[in-house]
């Protein structure tokens, strides 16, 4: 177990925040067989995972299609408002981090090589799928291995890749949020490249917020799976937000963006439209 340090991004979140969200409840047979079709579905769409990484033509067109499709295996629907989505190489794609989720949501908008905790990469089966997709792993425990984290995501910038970073450090329910950390901020500037901010909320089908995708705490990964799968229908919501210039002073970016992606009204569902999977 790494030992704590007084810099590592903590959240407040408990389990009381995932009953603030919770779904509403259903009756047996629903949720049995709401559970049975979402399982089947999503384990026939798992082995393709891997196929994302070879590269062929049009393969961001297959990523988005793919975690479109992945998201509605799960009861997740998305859309999406805000700013055009521009096509532009080697962006630096920000946001706050609610759950695992976020990979499938971001994916389905704007998808890229993502910044993840080292520990994914061991993680059984999903480390190898973490590996061909070349996540870049960060040690949140050693300060000292940041410098080379930040190193290669600008190397990737300048390469024209995409790269999603969630500057919190760490997940929050989705409730409450943390402050963006200025240190991947750095790469977008070394770089020269700009800064995508994205908004992500999560909500039930009501409009009113939802912590069912959350993986915060000592939550693990088989529970944050069977809460989304047992709940009605969830709604990942992405705003785009304006494109940021990277400048030349990383907490200022870190603030613009920050400020970018903080709803007006917690728990309110923004309007937008629907993606088709």
Known sequence: MPAEHAWLPRASCTEACLRAGAAPGDRAAVIAARVVLRATLA?????????????????????RGYCRLMLRALGVRITVSG???????????????VSWVDIFTIGAVLP?????????????ALGVVARLMKVIPIE????????AVVATVAQRLRA??????????????????????PAMFQAAIDAE?????????????DGSASTVPAYIGEDTLWASLCRLVVARRTV??????SLQLPGADRRELARRCETAVRPAVVGVAPVGHALAA
Do not use: D
């Not at 490249?193 to 089908?205: E, K, S, V």
């Open 43 to 63: 384990m026939v769409l798992l082995p393709a995972l891997p196929l994302l990484a070879v590269p062929l033509p049009g393969r961001s067109h297959l990523q």
């Open 83 to 97: 700013g055009p989505i521009r096509n532009l190489r080697g962006v630096l794609v920000v946001a706050g981090h």
């Open 112 to 124: 890229g090589s993502f910044v993840a905790k080292a520990e994914m990469v061991r993680w059984p």
């Open 140 to 147: 949140r425990s050693s300060l000292r291995r940041l410098p």
């Open 160 to 181: 024209g890749q995409t790269v999603v970073a969630f500057p919190e450090g760490t997940t929050w329910c989705g409730l409450g949020y943390g402050r963006f950390h």
């Open 193 to 205: 490249r700009p800064a995508q901010p994205l908004r992500l909320t999560y909500h039930h089908r």
């Open 236 to 241: 990942a919501h992405v705003r785009v937000e």
